[in-house]
């Protein structure tokens, strides 16, 4: 019967989303400059014509208006699989010759809204497999309030598509734990989160490493690498198209990324990943010494967690927005310029994220304590996946010094989930107290609940729904 209501309050926030959702996208004076890249290149894929910003370069120029030079070549930068389904999108729209952008805009916008209803759903289903169905219910509740996951669903976007994409490669990832043939159609999703944009790759290192840690039993086995050709296989379209068009130039033209940027990102793994098949595969001394390990391990984590904090905490701005995110009436900064967030210190992310939702504090609380349900949980696999998907999205947003929401879009399911459960995990600690003051214990945690929902709440409506701004 629990499980049964839970299921109905599930499709009600579904519901809910969507409706949201479609009442407050339909603003042409809202669209973004990528929103009109991807329906122009979605309108001339119905046309059969080239998979080339190269026109929409040509006309800018001709009006006087620069454009970045990517835009000037043969093929698009990111792979078209985005492009097509915006494309299919079109089939609802009037058979006539031609279509204005506002019927472009209105059909095209459902990809997006519904990519992000099918990751709520996606989350459920996590959050049931790795935690529990009150837990996973109450991460699509923080889901939705997160501003990030709810204006990404209101863009034309790649973000939101490619969100989907990733957490449903590893739900089924975590699902061929039961059965080795889930290795197979993970493969398969991941080659198509590949041939949505390249930073899908951080689903590879994201199981790369819980492969090593949980799956050693597997690497005897042919499906994980079955799977992987299938990837390469879904991807060989892409690859084919760039050799026709540039040649042998053509691995210069896919990676997409500034070199320091890729060896500072690509050194920490080379080095961490053989590191970790060594310890696991050869336990050292120390490792065997349970007393040893119990001290050291909560002492490094804690130390590296109170210097990291407490270096973020001496920033002036850190301390700003972290006052901004709890005050009732401050509204995150939003912006259309390409560059408004490109000369922000490297930890910019983390003193914005409480501004997308207060519930991101949840979050790096239970980062303090994560190593231990990493090492000794009831389902330590699935967390671990959750706070290296969160980290690694993380470093490649930083990395990649543009920061812009959409590109750690990836972090926010496995935010909320984490936070989900520190949420679920505090309540029963509270309600299972024989503490003469457990009621007003109670009390006070669902004010301080009810607080951070409303904040929350309030900052969707500013600027989700008033403004309906690009949010970056």
């Not at 046309?47 to 001709?62: I, K, V």
């Not at 289903?125 to 009150?134: A, E």
Request: contains cysteine; proline residues 4%; aromatic residues 18%.
């Amino acid at each position: 019967m629990f499980n049964h209501t839970l299921k109905w309050l599930l499709g009600l926030i579904l519901f809910l989303f969507f409706i949201s959702h479609i009442y407050t996208t339909n603003k042409d004076h809202m669209w973004t400059f990528d929103e009109s890249v991807y329906l122009r290149l979605a309108y001339q894929l119905k046309n059969s014509q080239p998979y080339s910003t190269l026109p929409l370069f040509q006309d800018a120029a001709m009006s006087g208006r620069q454009l970045p030079e990517y835009l000037a070549r043969k093929l698009f930068i990111h792979p078209p699989l985005f492009a097509q389904m915006i494309r299919f999108s079109y089939l609802m729209l009037e058979y006539k010759d031609a279509h204005t952008s506002q019927e472009l805009y209105t059909v095209g916008r459902f990809i997006p809204i519904l990519s992000s209803i099918l990751t709520l759903w996606l989350v459920y289903l996590l959050g049931s497999r790795i935690f529990n169905p009150g837990t996973a219910l109450l991460a699509c509740f923080l889901l939705c309030l997160e501003l990030n996951f709810w204006i990404c669903a209101q863009k034309i976007w790649i973000a939101s598509f490619l969100n989907l994409l990733v957490w449903l490669t590893i739900f089924l990832y975590l699902k061929a734990a039961d059965n080795t043939r889930w290795y197979l159609p993970a493969g398969l999703v991941f080659g198509l989160a590949l041939s949505a944009k390249y930073t899908a790759l951080v689903v590879l290192i994201v199981l790369g490493y819980t492969f090593v840690i949980f799956r050693r039993r597997d690497f005897k086995t042919a499906k994980p690498y079955l799977g992987l050709f299938i990837s390469l296989l879904v991807f060989i379209p892409w690859i084919q198209m760039n050799y026709q068009a540039y040649g042998y130039e053509m691995f210069a033209n896919i990676i997409h990324l500034r070199k320091i940027d890729a060896f500072y990102f690509w050194l920490p793994l080379l080095l961490i990943f053989p590191a970790l098949l060594f310890i696991l595969n050869k336990p050292t001394v120390w490792m065997d010494k349970t007393r040893l390990t119990q001290r050291i391990l909560p002492a490094a984590a804690l130390g590296m967690a109170a210097a990291f904090w407490g270096y973020l905490l001496l920033q002036p701005d850190v301390r700003e927005s972290f006052c901004k995110a709890l005050t009732w009436g401050e509204y995150p900064k939003s912006g259309w310029s390409i560059n408004f967030f490109r000369k922000e210190p490297w930890y910019f992310y983390f003193k914005q994220l409480p501004l997308y939702t207060p519930f991101h504090f949840v979050t790096f609380t239970a980062g303090l304590t994560a190593w231990k349900k990493c090492l000794q949980g009831k389902n330590s696999e699935g967390y671990t996946t959750l706070w290296i998907c969160a980290l690694c999205s993380l470093w490649m947003g930083i990395l990649w010094k543009n920061y812009q929401g959409r590109y750690i879009i990836v972090y926010a399911p496995a935010a909320m989930l984490i936070a989900a459960d520190a949420i679920m995990a505090c309540f029963r600690r509270i309600n299972q107290s024989q503490d003469p003051a457990r009621k007003y214990l109670l009390t006070g945690f669902a004010a301080v609940f009810l607080w951070l929902s409303m904040k929350s709440a309030a900052t969707i409506y500013h600027s989700g729904i008033l403004l309906n701004d690009a949010y970056y």
